[in-house]
RNA sequence: GCGCCUAUAGCUCAGAGGAUAGAGCGCCGGCCUCCGGAGCCGGGUGCGCAGGUUCGAGUCCUGCUAGGCGCACCA
C-alpha cells in the first residue's frame, strides 16, 4: 500500500524514462513536492540525469515532458527549466483516495512489507524499586509507538520490559530497609516508601562510605542466593511491579515478556563460559573484561565476581536470538547509554553472531527538568503519574466548562489527557533532549495531542450532523464524477495519499515523530478546510463527508500508531 | 584528554542534496444570527563560525566555537 497518487505518476515518469533508454533510475526517490502550488504537484528535477544521458537538465525535461501524456490522473504537464512539473487532475485524484481510504479503512497505510519478519523490541524497562517518572516516559511509548508500527507493515513483534530488577541498587535498598525500613508504609505505598529509602541511602552514605561496601555484600549474598536478600528482593520486586502496571494500563502499553535482568543469572554463567571458551576474557585490575577495537574494554565481572549490567544484556541477547530468531532487534535506550550497547554488540560481533547485525540502539534525547537533571537519588523526579493526573484533570475542567454535556466525561477525559503527554513526547525527533515543563506538557492549543483529538472529534461531529440532515445516512458517501473538483478538497486528497509514505519513513528511521508530524499537517489543513467551506449544506455534501470521513479515518489509524485514543467526541 | 550527540525565528521545534527555509508558542489585530472557538485568518524576525565537495548545501566532508552526554567494577 503506497501513495495512489505518487505511484501513477511515478510509473509514468518510469514509462518516459525508458522511452528515453534509461532503465533502472530511483524515480520515487526524487520525485517531489514542488515549494508552490503554481508549480505542480510533483515535479521530477533532471539535473541528475544529465550525468547519464550527457544531455543539458533542461532539454532533458523537455523531452521528458513531451513523454508524459495527459491521463486519468495526470491533466497537464509544463517544463521549467530542469523540472518536469506534474498538474493532477482534481477531481479523479481527490475521487481515487477518498475511495481507497473508504475502502480500506483501519487497514489504510498498512502494508505486508514486513513479511512475517519479527521484531524484537526491548522497551520502557524501568528499575524496580524506583519511581516511574518522565524519564521512563520516553522509552515506553516510543517503543510502543514503533510496535505499532512495524505490526502495520506486516512484521511480527514481540514486546520485552527488561526489568531494572537486579544490580547493585537492590543491595542498598536492602541494606536500607533493615535500617530505617517502615513495613505498613512499604505495603501502603512501596514505590514512595522505596524511593525515600533509597533517597536516604544516598544521604547516609556520603558522611558513611561504609555503607557503601555494605550495600555491594548484600548484593553479593543476593546474587549468591541468600534467603533473606531473595525474600525482600522478592518483595520489592512484586510491589514495584503491580504499581507498574496501573501505569501501563493507562497507557494502553503491554508486554509479551517481563524477563528482567534478574532471568539471566543461570544463563550468565553460560555466556561467561563462552566467552571464556572463546579466549575473549581477559583479566584487568583484578576484574574480568573483554577488549574492544576503538572503545573502552567491556566490563564483564567485577573483582568480587557480580556480575554486571552489560553482561546481563550479553546474556539476555543470546537468550533472545534462541528464543525468537529475530530479524530486528530494538533496544529503546536514551542516548547516555551508547557507549554501552557499542560495547555490547562489540562483545556479540566477537563472540562470532551474525546476528548483531540486527541489534539496534534506537536512542533518545534524555529529558531534564529546567537545569537539572532529573535524580532519582537526590529524590528530585516527577512522577508519571502525577503528571497523567494533572493533565486529565485539566483536560476534565475543560470540558466542564465547553462542553458540559458530553457523555462519558471521564473516560473522555482521560484519553485526551493521556494523549496529550504520549504527543507532547512524540512530537519531536526522538535524538533531540527535551526540557520538561509543565507548562508546555499541560498546553492543549497548537502542535498538540488534544488539537489532533478535537480535528478528529469535530470531523466525527460532522459526519453525525450529515447523518441527522440525512444527507449521508449511516455513511452512505458517494463520490461521484465532478464532485470533488475543489482545489482544496484536492490538497485535502493529497494529503491523505500521503500518509502510508509517512507510516513508511517513520518505520525506516524508527521515528514515531514522523506520524505525529503528519497529523499535525493533516488537521491543519482539515481545519482550514472546514471553516472556509460549508460541508453538510454545500451542494457536493455527499462527497464532502466522504472526504471528511476519510480525513478522520486516517487521524484515527494515525492516532492508533502513537499510541492514542481518538475520542468521537471530547 | 578521547568519543558520541546537538546548534535553524524571542521560545519550542519541522525541514527527502534541489526552485522563494516552514509550523507551533508568545505578542498585536480580526472571525458571518450557518456543520464544535481545544478552532480559523492576517501581521516578522532566522540556518553558530570558517573552509571544502557539488550544476546546486540548512542538509554531505574538514576544522573551529558553544551546549549536552559518555569514558572500569552503577544501571
Redesign the pocket.
Given at each position: 500500500m503506497a501513495n495512489v497518487l505518487l505511484d501513477h505518476v511515478a510509473a509514468k515518469v518510469e514509462e518516459a524514462l525508458a522511452a528515453l533508454g534509461v532503465q533502472g533510475f530511483d524515480v520515487r526517490e526524487v520525485i517531489?513536492?514542488?515549494?508552490?502550488r503554481?508549480?505542480?504537484d510533483y515535479?521530477f528535477?533532471c539535473?541528475?540525469l544529465a550525468r547519464v544521458l550527457r544531455k543539458a537538465p533542461d532539454r532533458i525535461a523537455e523531452e521528458l515532458g513531451q513523454r508524459i501524456g495527459p491521463t486519468e490522473l495526470i491533466e497537464r504537464v509544463e517544463v521549467?527549466k530542469a523540472?518536469v512539473?506534474i498538474f493532477l487532475n482534481r477531481d479523479e485524484s481527490s475521487r481515487r483516495v477518498v475511495e481507497a481510504v473508504l475502502a480500506r479503512g483501519d487497514d489504510y497505510g498498512k502494508s505486508d512489507v514486513g513479511n512475517g519478519k519479527t521484531v524484537v523490541l526491548d522497551f520502557s524497562s524501568p528499575?524496580i524499586a524506583k519511581p516511574f517518572h518522565v524519564g521512563h516516559l520516553r522509552s515506553t511509548i516510543i517503543g510502543h509507538s514503533l510496535a505499532r508500527i512495524f505490526e502495520s507493515l506486516g512484521f511480527k513483534t514481540v514486546r520485552i520490559n527488561h526489568l531494572?530488577d537486579?544490580?547493585?541498587?537492590f543491595g542498598k535498598l536492602i541494606v536500607a530497609y533493615r535500617r530505617w525500613g517502615d513495613r505498613a508504609r512499604l505495603e501502603a505505598e512501596p514505590i514512595r516508601e522505596l524511593l525515600d529509602l533509597y533517597v536516604r541511602f544516598h544521604q547516609e552514605a556520603e558522611n558513611d562510605p561504609s555503607l557503601e561496601d555494605e550495600a555491594?555484600a548484600a548484593f553479593k549474598a543476593l546474587e549468591d542466593g541468600g534467603v533473606e536478600e531473595t525474600r525482600l528482593w522478592q518483595e520489592f520486586r512484586d510491589l514495584s511491579l503491580e504499581e507498574f502496571e496501573r501505569t501501563y494500563r493507562r497507557l494502553g502499553v503491554h508486554f509479551d515478556s517481563y524477563l528482567g535482568?534478574s532471568a539471566y543469572n543461570e544463563a550468565i554463567e553460560r555466556t561467561v563460559a563462552e566467552l571464556e571458551a572463546k579466549g575473549l576474557l581477559k583479566e584487568?585490575?583484578?576484574?574480568l573484561?573483554v577488549e574492544l577495537e576503538g572503545m573502552?574494554?567491556c566490563?564483564i565481572k567485577?573483582?568480587d565476581g557480580?556480575t554486571?549490567?552489560a553482561t546481563r544484556d550479553l546474556a539476555a541477547a543470546v537468550h533472545r536470538y534462541e528464543t525468537y530468531r529475530f530479524d530486528h532487534m530494538f533496544y529503546v535506550v536514551g542516548?547516555?547509554?551508547?557507549?554501552?550497547f557499542a560495547q555490547v554488540f562489540g562483545v556479540l560481533k566477537r563472540m562470532g553472531y551474525p546476528w548483531v547485525e540486527a541489534c539496534e540502539h534506537i536512542a533518545f534525547g534524555?529529558v531534564r527538568f529546567g537545569d537539572e537533571?532529573f535524580s532519582t537519588r537526590k529524590g528530585n523526579v516527577i512522577f508519571l503519574e502525577e503528571l497523567l493526573d494533572q493533565a486529565v484533570a485539566r483536560?476534565r475542567a475543560?470540558?466542564e466548562e465547553?462542553?458540559p454535556e458530553l457523555e462519558e466525561k471521564d473516560r473522555v477525559a482521560e484519553a485526551?489527557g493521556v494523549g496529550a503527554v504520549i504527543f507532547n513526547d512524540l512530537a519531536?525527533?526522538r535524538?533531540?533532549?527535551?526540557?520538561f515543563d509543565w507548562e508546555?506538557a499541560l498546553?492543549?492549543?497548537?502542535?498538540t495531542g488534544?488539537?489532533v483529538q478535537?480535528t478528529h472529534?469535530?470531523a466525527?461531529?460532522?459526519l453525525r450532523?450529515g447523518v441527522e440532515e440525512g444527507v449521508a445516512p449511516a455513511g452512505a458517501f458517494s463520490v461521484g464524477r465532478g464532485d470533488l473538483a475543489g482545489e482544496e478538497e484536492f490538497q485535502l486528497a493529497k494529503a491523505l495519499a500521503?500518509y502510508p509514505?509517512a507510516v513508511q519513513?517513520a518505520a525506516e528511521e524508527r521515528e514515531p515523530?514522523e506520524i505525529a508530524?503528519y497529523l499535525?499537517d493533516l488537521c491543519?489543513d482539515f481545519?482550514?478546510f472546514?471553516?472556509?467551506?460549508?460541508?453538510?449544506?454545500s451542494p457536493n455534501a455527499r462527497a464532502r463527508l466522504a472526504l471528511v470521513a476519510a480525513v478522520k479515518q486516517v487521524i484515527k489509524n494515525g492516532l492508533y500508531l502513537l499510541g492514542i485514543e481518538a475520542p468521537e467526541?471530547?
Open positions: 517531489e513536492i514542488p515549494p508552490g503554481e508549480l505542480g515535479a528535477p539535473f541528475q521549467v523540472y512539473n528499575n531494572g537486579w544490580g547493585t541498587q555491594r535482568e584487568s585490575e583484578g576484574a573484561v573502552p574494554p566490563l567485577k573483582k557480580a554486571l549490567y542516548a547516555p547509554q551508547q557507549l554501552h534524555h537533571a483536560v475543560i470540558i465547553r462542553n485526551v519531536h525527533n535524538i533531540k533532549d527535551v526540557v508546555t498546553n492543549f492549543e497548537g502542535d488534544p488539537y478535537y472529534a469535530r466525527a461531529s460532522v450532523r500521503q509514505d519513513r515523530s508530524r499535525l491543519r481545519n482550514s472546514y471553516h472556509a467551506h460549508r460541508i453538510v449544506g467526541a471530547m
